[in-house]
């Protein structure tokens, strides 16, 4: 019997262990809801415009955004551990190898071939220029709760995705991933972040303002200034 009561004392501080360390990687009581439909990858909107790019070469860009993006989150999202994002990204290295530098030599041959003209050093100057772009378009402050909860949340799919679908993974979540680049604050409870210019700090408490029911007085105080009328980040 004290055997099966030890284990079972295991058993609930494992179970509040597991729990805490979920908890703790939950920025807000509720987070935005960033999820987009799925995309195609010639979007305009979701990287750099590869002109004269085909299909295979537009998905191949997709597909090194979002490696980018989870390499980004693997170095800027470190402050939050349960997020996963760095043992995540380096299982996607592992797992997804093959698929990532298919789609980097697919780029490298695009901009080769688009820069045929000027020579073999501007197109390997181009690829260079696309790729920092690239990265600095995920790095991110304002909004970096958020990024990095959706980049760990993406990556944990990419890590059980099948080899050689990763692709799939940058299809379904890309506009998720882009949308997450907007800050957000907590979505449960909205909370005041500035006030009107001129608009007091404080409530008038004065007993002109009031009569002997606790209510306000229009006539002889005007409009109540409270509560100060602000924008919320959840409201926006």
Known sequence: MKVLRTALALCVASSGLAVAQSASAQF????????????????????QALPGATSAEMRAALVWHMRAALNVAALQCQFEPTLLTVPNYNSILADHGDELK????????????VNKAAGPKAGQGALDQFGTRT?????????????CQTAGSIG????FAPRGHFFEVALARSRELRNSLIPWGEQRFPRYIGRERGAPM???????????????????????????????????
């Open 28 to 47: 807000f009581l509720q987070s935005r809801d960033f999820s987009g439909a799925a995309v195609t990858g010639e979007e305009s909107d979701l990287g």
């Open 102 to 113: 298919g789609a980097f030599d697919t780029l490298t041959k695009y901009f080769l071939r």
């Open 135 to 147: 990265y600095s378009s995920f790095a991110t402050v304002a909004a970096q709760y958020g990024f």
């Open 156 to 159: 944990r799919d990419a890590v």
């Open 202 to 236: 404080m409530i008038r408490l004065d007993p002109i303002c009031w009569n002997k029911k606790g209510e306000w007085v229009v006539k002889k105080c005007g409009a109540q200034n409270w509560p100060p009328v602000g924008l919320g980040m959840a409201t926006r």
